[in-house]
């Protein structure tokens, strides 16, 4: 809709089929490897039926979980406590086995900078992060030397929910570009899906949304970005980034040693939000009986961000 409420059109908002179909799962290069796989793993519970899938269905959002399960008197919950703990863990494995890797490729020292390499391969059989789109997943990155000390952060997640160097944390109407080369503390490799409306403004508010500022979220293996349909296209920047591929993206980070004396400590993180702060502060703007409740169980939460992958190399 427009800001009249005027019918404008359509948006493709969750799209893991389309996304399945396109990738080496889905179009017959490899063996298929269904929804179920994953999400609806076999147990051996009952014979005569084999195989038996249970109906568990875990996704990727233990913080809406966790808010409900410490709720679950205030809410009428009818599920157990161990229910919910149960669902906890299994959404967790899903997340930290089924996800997503990270590696890094190269870490050299040139003169007075490092050279960083880090890839980040999507083993999910649809985009990473999927649904919402207040979901972001980043790359937190930092650099230490010999004694410890911090000489570079690039994604530090805050306590409050929010991302140091996301310019939509500061202006949740903007957005932070993709990169390919990482030079800045300030800047930080989001993968996410932005919205804007038919204004050519950032929206969170699903009504409004009329095409994507950005889609950088982790492709799938085989998927050819340069030739699927609009439905689940690349937007913005990863578009001409030759490694935003099918299957991984590489990231560069150089940074400015500044003296230091190493060896040097690397460590690079998957994060990962099932809620963004940029998303709150939009919802925050429509004061309503239930966002304000809302808001209130999102305050009381612990706000960290899941940790999908890391790895850590030492450079010298």
Same mark, same amino acid.
């Given at each position: 809709? &427009?800001?009249? +409420?005027? !019918? @404008?059109? #359509?948006?493709?908002?969750?799209? %893991?089929?389309?996304?399945w179909?396109?990738?080496?799962?889905?179009?017959?290069?490899?063996?298929?490897?269904?929804?179920?796989?994953?999400?609806?793993?076999?147990?051996?519970?009952?014979?005569?039926?084999?195989?038996?899938?249970?109906?568990?269905?875990?996704g990727?959002?233990t913080?809406?979980?966790?808010?409900?399960?410490?709720?679950?008197?205030?809410?009428?919950?009818t599920?157990?406590?161990?229910?919910?703990?149960?669902?906890?863990g299994?959404?967790?494995?899903?997340?930290?086995?089924n996800?997503?890797?990270?590696?890094?490729?190269?870490?050299?020292?040139?003169?007075?900078s490092?050279?960083?390499?880090?890839?980040?391969?999507?083993?999910?059989?649809?985009?990473?992060?999927?649904?919402?789109?207040?979901?972001?997943a980043?790359?937190h990155?930092?650099?230490? &030397?010999?004694? +410890?000390? !911090? @000489?570079? #952060?690039?994604?530090k997640?805050l %306590?409050?929910?929010?991302?140091?160097?996301?310019?939509?944390?500061?202006?949740?109407?903007?957005?932070?570009?993709?990169?390919?080369?990482?030079?800045?503390?300030?800047?930080?490799?989001?993968?996410?899906?932005?919205?804007?409306?038919?204004?050519g403004?950032?929206?969170?508010?699903?009504?409004?949304?009329?095409?994507?500022?950005?889609d950088?979220?982790?492709l799938?293996?085989?998927?050819?970005?340069?030739?699927?349909?609009?439905?689940?296209?690349?937007?913005?920047?990863?578009?001409?980034?030759?490694?935003?591929?099918?299957?991984?993206?590489?990231?560069?980070?150089?940074?400015?040693?500044?003296?230091?004396?190493?060896?040097?400590?690397?460590?690079?993180?998957?994060?990962?939000?099932?809620?963004?702060?940029?998303?709150?502060?939009?919802?925050?703007?429509?004061?309503?009986?239930?966002?304000?409740?809302?808001?209130?169980f999102?305050?009381?939460?612990?706000?960290?961000?899941?940790?999908?992958?890391?790895?850590?190399?030492?450079?010298?």
């Amino acid at each position: 809709m &427009d800001a009249s +409420g005027t !019918i @404008l059109g #359509e948006l493709p908002e969750q799209t %893991p089929y389309l996304e399945w179909e396109n990738s080496v799962y889905g179009n017959g290069v490899e063996e298929d490897r269904i929804c179920q796989d994953c999400h609806m793993p076999h147990g051996g519970q009952l014979t005569p039926r084999s195989p038996f899938a249970q109906h568990h269905f875990v996704g990727g959002n233990t913080f809406m979980l966790k808010i409900l399960q410490g709720r679950m008197e205030e809410l009428a919950l009818t599920s157990s406590s161990d229910h919910f703990a149960a669902t906890i863990g299994r959404t967790m494995n899903q997340l930290q086995s089924n996800t997503a890797e990270v590696t890094i490729l190269e870490a050299t020292i040139q003169e007075d900078s490092v050279k960083i390499l880090v890839n980040i391969e999507n083993t999910a059989g649809h985009k990473f992060p999927t649904g919402f789109p207040s979901r972001r997943a980043w790359v937190h990155l930092v650099l230490k &030397d010999s004694t +410890g000390q !911090i @000489l570079f #952060e690039s994604g530090k997640p805050l %306590p409050d929910g929010s991302l140091m160097g996301d310019d939509a944390d500061v202006d949740f109407l903007t957005c932070e570009p993709h990169y390919d080369v990482i030079s800045r503390p300030d800047q930080v490799q989001i993968y996410q899906s932005v919205m804007q409306n038919s204004d050519g403004e950032v929206a969170y508010t699903l009504l409004r949304g009329a095409s994507y500022v950005k889609d950088n979220r982790l492709l799938l293996e085989g998927f050819d970005k340069s030739k699927v349909m609009e439905h689940v296209a690349v937007y913005g920047a990863a578009v001409n980034d030759e490694n935003f591929t099918g299957g991984s993206d590489l990231v560069q980070y150089v940074i400015d040693l500044e003296g230091a004396s190493g060896p040097f400590t690397v460590t690079g993180e998957l994060l990962y939000q099932s809620i963004s702060s940029s998303f709150m502060q939009d919802l925050s703007a429509d004061s309503t009986k239930l966002v304000d409740r809302f808001i209130g169980f999102y305050n009381d939460a612990d706000r960290s961000p899941v940790v999908i992958a890391m790895v850590e190399k030492t450079v010298e």
